[in-house]
């Protein structure tokens, strides 16, 4: 069975609103999260890297104030897309390690930003 | 510069085998994962080397050699379910793993 749940599966809202996407490690602690953004047909491009009761460290390029990472336990981390837009209309996927090397990940968010 | 090659698309028929290549260049180097990605959904975990070598796990195996910067996922009786993109992801200094494209594998009858 899955070892990393995200939640939601998929969510469409309207333009300006904020969504909430979740990461729950199921069967281990993880101190470092990582959340992913992938765009039809390309590859997986780094957002941040969350770290538990710390800042989350951001890729270049990806606005801190509106990709907002919370990573409040060891096995929680939070991705809030604040004041969406339809440019934000992505699929956002969190990964969490288990030891050293094994990376797992959560099943994917699709958001739809109307 | 971090890099990684592999080839956009593969076809292949039902039964056979497929070896899907990969290189790469990467500032340090912490091991080599291979993933599966389905259309529409998040990667799946297939296998992970540090050492050189071949690790067979089933129908998948993936080999590394470290000197030439290089890996392949060899897939053996290949069944329509395999059709996919396959993601080679080495693991740099920093342990961040580096995605390229993938492979899209289509698998025919």
């Known amino acids: 069975g899955a070892v990393v749940s995200q939640h939601p599966s998929r969510v469409i809202c309207k333009s300006g609103t904020s969504v909430k996407i979740e990461c729950r490690s199921l069967?281990?602690?993880?101190?470092?999260m990582f959340w992913y953004r992938q765009f039809p047909k390309q590859s997986l491009m780094l957002m941040a890297t969350?770290?538990?009761?710390?800042?989350?460290?951001?890729e270049q390029g990806v606005e801190k104030d509106k990709f907002l990472i919370n990573h409040a336990s060891l096995t929680l981390s939070t991705l809030t897309v604040t004041s969406a837009h339809p440019e934000d209309s992505s699929f956002y996927i969190c990964?969490?390690?288990?030891?050293?090397?094994?990376?797992?990940f959560g099943q994917g968010t699709r958001l739809t930003v109307v | 510069g971090q890099n990684i090659d592999q080839p956009t698309e593969m076809t292949a028929t039902e039964g056979a085998i497929v070896q899907i290549n990969c290189t790469y260049q990467?500032?340090?180097?912490?091991?080599l994962f291979w993933y599966q990605q389905h259309a529409g959904e998040a990667p799946t975990f297939l296998s992970y080397?540090?050492l050189d070598g071949l690790e067979e796990k089933g129908r998948f195996s993936s080999f590394l050699s470290r000197s030439k910067g290089y890996s392949y996922l060899l897939l053996k009786e290949l069944q329509m379910k395999d059709s996919a993109s396959y993601l080679c992801?080495?693991?740099?200094?920093?342990?961040?793993?580096?995605w390229g494209a993938g492979t899209k594998l289509i698998i025919k009858p």
């Open positions: 969350s770290n538990e009761g710390s800042k989350a460290t951001y």
């Open positions: 080397n540090v």
């Open positions: 990964s969490a390690w288990r030891g050293q090397t094994e990376a797992f």
């Open positions: 069967d281990f602690q993880a101190t470092t």
């Open positions: 992801a080495p693991m740099d200094s920093n342990y961040q793993l580096i």
């Open positions: 990467t500032s340090g180097f912490n091991g």
